[in-house]
Nanobody, 130 residues
Framework: QLQLVESGGGLVQSGGSLRLSCAASGLTFDYYVITWFRQPPGKGREGVSCISTTDDSTDYADSVKDRFTISRDNARNTVYLQIDRLKPEDTGIYYC???????????????????????WGQGTQVTVSS
């Protein structure tokens, strides 16, 4: 019954900004990690940022540090990814993914394997024109 829905993608010029949203519904557990992955055209998925829902722990891939900001609104069960100073190489499909965690193992690492995440959204397209 758990569902993740991404939104907020679109076409933007280089240097612009986007705010992506990941809305979760049907949550049945208290502890979990959400990670944003992106998949450039013709390439595999890579984790770019993650956040824990029980604390302020976040992590970012080196390629997006200082430009991407992840945040959450627990009341709305929504995670956001603010992307600033967009570059053409940011183009791709952005997915949010969720993995339940024990309260004793609240690991959040951006460079995580997609296979570790059992729940995924449908993705939202980000296209940055040069």
């Amino acid at each position: 019954q758990l569902q993740l829905v991404e939104s907020g993608g679109g076409l933007v010029q280089s240097g612009g900004s986007l705010r992506l949203s990941c809305a979760a519904s049907g949550l049945t557990f208290d502890y979990y990690v959400i990670t944003w992955f992106r998949q450039p055209p013709g390439k595999g998925r890579e984790g770019v940022s993650c956040i824990s829902t029980t604390d302020d722990s976040t992590d970012y891939a080196d390629s997006v540090k200082d430009r991407f900001t992840i945040s959450r609104d627990n009341a709305r069960n929504t995670v956001y990814l603010q992307i600033d100073r967009l570059k053409p190489e940011d183009t791709g499909i952005y997915y949010c993914a969720l993995v339940p965690r024990s309260q004793l193992y609240m690991t959040c690492v951006a460079a995580s394997l997609p296979s570790a995440y059992p729940y995924w959204g449908q993705g939202t397209q980000v296209t940055v024109s040069s």
